[in-house]
């Protein structure tokens, strides 16, 4: 399969994998959509691999422009983000990398070893560079991709990396006037401390599925008389079979797995009592979340960009087996 690199940074050194150099770091999934908004006239059928196609050519187009014009400003952060680099693996697999950098936080600085002052050596726009990367991958046989966040307290959030790509895709589609607009949303992996979370319950009144419309068949949505004042998310409530009547055994776990699976199923949420009160539970409210270790740059302390990525990657084969 070809590669396309695109200033991705090499690994520091051949043993920087050896545990004495490693760091632990924390790293979230997520479930990452584009949608392809479109004239209620426009027939066309969504398909993933245009989508990529797209996606691809967003972020070539985005990493060509200068490092001023690839930056936007975050004014309540105090921040600016750019993407530094990305890598197009092919078939909807990306490995990208986004810096930062905070502004606005000057202090005296000093030397903790000889406690010698510094003085305030930065200016008010100054700020260090911080790095965050974001592993996706095509989920296998859906129409979404799956993405591995890195957890950097002084990095980016999720929420900060999908605006930023909406913004850039808002400019490559004014800018080239590409045929539709797109938006990237993104979806919380859960993880399976929302199965652990039910024995709590002491009884479960109802499940409430939330769905997407586009999986509801279309002569449920004929009732409508215009589907596309439905909304893109529907809720579906489940109630016990019959008055004190309990839902079948596995019938949750069975619908965790569908959402896992197919990705139809967006959210999953119980509710019912427990021993001192209500007790709800939310698919939405637990993230997947996992450490790996990870060679570091021992100019900075970073890590490594070839080596997180190389990580990420055997850590979702492993979990696809």
């Known amino acids: 399969m070809e590669t396309v690199k695109r200033n991705i940074v090499s690994i520091e050194e051949k043993n920087m994998g050896t545990q004495e150099n490693d760091k632990k770091v924390l790293i979230y999934f997520y479930y990452l959509a584009i949608t392809r908004q479109k004239e209620a006239s426009d027939t066309s059928i969504y398909d993933i691999a245009q989508i990529t196609n797209v996606f691809s050519k967003m972020l070539e187009y985005t990493f060509k422009k200068s490092l001023k014009d690839r930056r936007q400003e975050l004014t309540f952060a105090e921040k600016v983000v750019w993407l530094d680099s990305f890598e197009d693996m092919g078939n909807g697999n990306y490995n990208i990398t986004f810096k930062s950098a905070k502004y606005n936080h000057v202090r005296n600085e000093i030397n903790t070893e000889t406690m010698e002052p510094l003085g305030t050596r930065k200016q008010r726009r100054d700020g260090d560079e911080e790095q965050t990367h974001l592993c996706i991958r095509l989920a296998q046989g859906q129409q979404r991709y799956l993405a591995v966040h890195e957890s950097n307290y002084y990095g980016i959030t999720i929420n900060c990396i999908v605006n930023y790509l909406n913004e850039c895709f808002k400019r490559f589609n004014w800018e080239t006037e590409e045929q539709y607009h797109y938006v990237v949303s993104y979806e919380i992996m859960p993880g399976d401390d929302f199965l652990t979370s039910l024995k709590e319950a002491k009884t479960i009144s109802a499940l409430t599925l939330t769905v997407y ?109």
């Not at 959210?267 to 270790?293: P, Q, V, Y």
């Not at 990870?294 to 979990?319: H, M």
């Open 213 to 321: 419309k586009d999986s509801l068949p279309n002569d449920f949505l004929r009732f409508a008389e215009r589907t596309s004042d439905i909304a893109d998310d529907v809720e579906i409530r489940i109630k016990p079979p019959k008055k004190g009547g309990k839902f079948p055994d596995n019938l949750i776990k069975a619908y965790y797995e569908a959402m896992q699976g197919d990705g139809r199923i967006k959210r999953i949420k119980a509710s019912g009592s427990k021993k001192h009160g209500s007790f709800e539970a939310s698919t939405d409210l637990i993230k997947m979340k996992n450490f790996i270790s990870v060679g570091r740059l021992s100019t900075t302390d970073e890590v490594d960009s070839y080596d997180f990525f190389n990580k990420a990657q055997e850590f979702i084969e492993t979990n696809r087996r």
